[in-house]
């Protein structure tokens, strides 16, 4: 089932990798906020499956507003944290945690638990349609992490064969 994401996170490489990372589990970013004020207007106006909220917004601001505002209105949330422990805001307690830097594999798993919350079908209760659509996902994963390297190496990040560019 393609959710509807809320992404709340400051930092714009790791929104855009989240957008891509969701695109290829087959969900839908709706809208990215970078701080709590954007995050709970959207809250409140759009139709929104799931959230995926970073702890530490842009200028020191901390997300326990926008994770308050989502228990009140029983949307499930993943909460993301580049390597600071969760803050003794009472907002965070008993969250679903995904700790930077994750994976494919660790969003895809957040992501089960959130269903799982939410009564929703788990990725192995999904149809076959899933099933035939998992082929597609990993040549989508083949062709991000082919991607990635090339714009690694477009930024002089990596070695440039001038064999592998010349005509045939």
């Known amino acids: 089932m393609q959710m509807k994401i809320l992404l709340v996170e400051d930092d714009p490489l790791v929104a855009m990798m989240l957008e891509d990372y969701l695109d290829v589990l087959g969900h839908r970013v709706i809208s990215t906020c970078e701080a709590v004020a954007p995050a709970l207007a959207r809250i409140e106006a759009l139709a929104i499956d799931a959230v995926i909220v970073d702890v530490h917004l842009a200028d020191g601001e901390l997300s326990g507003p926008v994770v308050e505002a989502l228990r009140v209105a029983a949307i499930p949330f993943l909460v993301t944290t580049g390597g600071h422990h969760v803050v ?5 307690k008993g969250t679903t945690l ?18 799982a919350q939410a009564g929703l079908p788990s990725a192995v209760a999904e149809n076959a349609d899933a099933k035939r659509g998992a082929n597609g996902r990993r040549a989508e994963q083949r062709l991000i992490r082919s991607d990635l390297r090339a714009l690694k190496n477009d930024r002089g990040g990596g070695p440039r064969s001038a064999r592998g560019m010349a005509t045939r």
Do not use: I, M, V
Not at 98 to 115: R, V, Y
């Open 98 to 115: 995904l700790e930077k830097p994750f994976t494919l594999a660790s969003l895809e798993a957040g992501l089960s638990a959130l269903k």
């Open 88 to 92: 003794a805001d009472p907002a965070f």
